[in-house]
């Protein structure tokens, strides 16, 4: 039985409340409601309470994460170049 209550203590819990994700993601509690009643986080709602599972605190991490534009430039700049490679208009071919 010992192992089991590690094994429940190192899993995720099911869900955590609108209280509990704000503390996890560090912002107010308050917002994180508000951002909820605008439907511009994916959260579960069961009765007239809000939720959150540990994958969707995950995927609201992801969904605010800050591109480098730098990173987004050299991607560009590298789809440029295949493009004219494939096209045969590279200076090396000129």
């Known amino acids: 039985m010992g ?3 590690a094994a429940s203590e190192s899993a995720p819990k099911m869900r955590y409340t ?3 994700a704000a503390a996890l993601l560090g912002v ?3 917002w994180l409601a508000d951002e909820c009643r605008a439907e511009r986080v994916e959260h579960v709602r069961l009765a007239r309470h809000r939720f959150f599972t540990h994958d ?3 995927r609201l991490l992801a969904s605010r994460e800050v591109k480098s534009v730098e990173k987004e430039a ?3 700049l590298e789809r440029i ?3 004219l490679k494939r096209r045969g ?4 071919q000129r």
């Open 56 to 58: 969707l605190l995950l």
């Open 89 to 92: 208009l590279t200076d090396s």
């Open 18 to 20: 609108v209280d509990e």
């Open 28 to 30: 107010s509690a308050r």
């Open 81 to 83: 170049m295949r493009r």
């Open 74 to 76: 050299d991607r560009d």
């Open 3 to 5: 192992s089991a209550t």
